[in-house]
């Protein structure tokens, strides 16, 4: 009796000790470790659980687990118990595993977690409960969401780069482009007054005899004009130049823009009355750069006539609006071409039905950078066949300023 005793006491003392082991183990573990029951609840916990969760030990005995730290998602929206991965243990009778969700603190905060619901059977293999481990994987997300952040930057600034070479090729492109069309424009515009030129001294020299004064006077007169056209291409194309190279600079001085207008139509080549000026009667003083202004009314004028057929009248009218001068230029010529638009001010530019009527597709292109270095704007209104309009705004009063 005494020795059947003696066992029992061994056997007590050594499963006691296994208990305490395993408690110590238990709570030793840095991990969140619980157990439960068959009914969801709680039949054991280490201190890691406790405090990653902001509860006593003994207040979470018996307590539904579910209820207590995973009642809710991340958006607070119900996590409903028979959607949990912990209890499918109890259907499915095997471990699952769950890296993506949140369990919440007793002052109704969440934090992230990943956690392990593992079965756990008595000897006869039955289940009587689950093993849930959990981790806190705050900082692991936070480093991921830096990673995350830091990789989006990366190829965001990728894609800015890339964009940028873009579009520096495409401008490179433009440029070269622009190279061979303007080749091609001096090659071709500078050919026929030089072969003009060319055919009028060759013709003054073979039959100088032969030819009646005002002969002779005709073709000094085509080589002038043919000079004067080479003269203006060049400087045109300096003033291109110039443009690109931030070199213009800006003199405003006092004019009255009636009278200026007046002069300047009665400056231009063209037939008897073709060029009219109506609107305003009474003087109009403005302070703007009487270079540019010339240089703006007198392409927009000269290409309205050049493109105005059987002398019909081309208008320059000028009115106030608030603090700005408005010039507006009518024809009633070829118009301009739809496609064409886009086009419209780009140097060495020229529309698709002016046919052989000379020019170097620089004018407007020119007009435009000096309507926007006087701070003004350009509109252009026009139908093909019927026509074209020209509006252009500026300020009564520039300050005196350079290219920046």
Known sequence: MKSQDSTNLSDHQALEALRRQHQLILNA?????????????????????????DWE?????GQSMHRVLHHSHDDGSPYPRENCPIYDVFQKGHT???????????????????????PMWDDAGRMIGAVVTFRDVSE?????????QTNEDLELKVQERTAELYTANQRLQELSNLKSRFVSMVCHEFRNPMNNIALSVSSLNRYD??????????????????????????DDILVLGKL?????????????????????????????GQLQFTGRHKPLIAK???????????????????YTPDRQPVCLSLF???????????????GISPEDYPHLFEPFHRGKNVSNIPGTGLGLSIVKQFVDFQQGDIQVKSQLGEGTTFKVRLPLALRETHLA
């Open 29 to 53: 573990v840095g991990e969140g470790v619980y157990g439960l029951d068959l009914y969801g609840n709680v039949t054991f916990v280490n201190p890691a659980a406790a405090a990653m969760i």
């Open 57 to 61: 030990m003994e207040d979470l005995i």
């Open 96 to 118: 699952q595993r769950v890296t993506d969700e949140v369990f919440w603190r007793k002052d109704g905060t969440c934090f992230p977690v990943e956690y392990i619901s593992t």
């Open 140 to 148: 692991r997300k936070w480093a991921e969401a830096i990673l995350q």
């Open 209 to 234: 005899e032969q030819l009646s004064k005002d002969q002779k006077s005709q073709y000094l007169l085509d080589i002038k004009e043919n000079v004067e056209r080479m003269t203006q291409m060049i």
């Open 244 to 272: 690109e190279a931030k070199r213009l600079s800006l003199n405003p001085e006092p004019l009255n823009l009636v009278d200026f207008c007046r002069n300047l139509l009665s400056e231009l080549p063209s037939e008897t």
């Open 288 to 306: 703007l750069d009487q270079t540019l202004l010339r240089s703006i009314l007198t392409n927009i004028l000269s290409n309205a006539v050049r």
């Open 320 to 334: 106030r609006h608030r603090d700005q001068a408005v010039f507006v230029v009518k024809d009633n010529g070829l």
